[in-house]
């Protein structure tokens, strides 16, 4: 039987492919109940509760602050202006994008503090 993935909107941390999640065929789900999530370009993947043990989501990278990154798709930028400033300030903009990219990595840090500043509540 054949092996039906849905493609998600994160990227894959060892490469920067998209990531999938097995729906249907195979061990889609482990015995743990866990589905399988892979990247769709350099075959890393194994069973978890979510995407970001493949993904961006949640990895820390240390240099001055340390900073959490997260996978956001850019089709949602085009109406929330802070998730757009947060794409660009990683080098992705989703009105400029040669390139058509879907889905970019975002420091979680400085969305959380561009939403603040947009609401006011900034120090």
């Known amino acids: 039987m054949a092996s039906t993935w ?9 490469c920067g ?11 889609h789900i482990t015995a743990g109940g866990n589905p399988i ?24 990278m240390r240099g ?4 959490i990154y997260a996978c956001a798709a850019t089709k949602d930028a085009e109406t929330d202006p802070v998730l757009a400033e947060a794409l660009a300030n990683c080098g992705i903009s989703p009105y400029q994008n040669k390139y058509r990219l879907q889905v970019g990595v ?3 840090a400085d969305y959380r503090r561009l939403a603040r500043k947009r609401e006011g509540l900034d120090e």
């Open 6 to 14: 849905e493609l998600l909107d994160h990227l894959c941390r060892h």
């Open 17 to 27: 492919g998209r990531v999938v999640k097995q729906v249907t065929g195979g061990p």
């Open 37 to 60: 999530y892979m990247c769709s370009l350099c075959g890393q993947g194994k069973a978890s509760m979510g995407p970001d043990v493949v993904c961006w989501c949640g990895m820390t």
């Open 64 to 67: 001055g602050e340390p900073h």
């Open 106 to 108: 975002l420091n979680s």
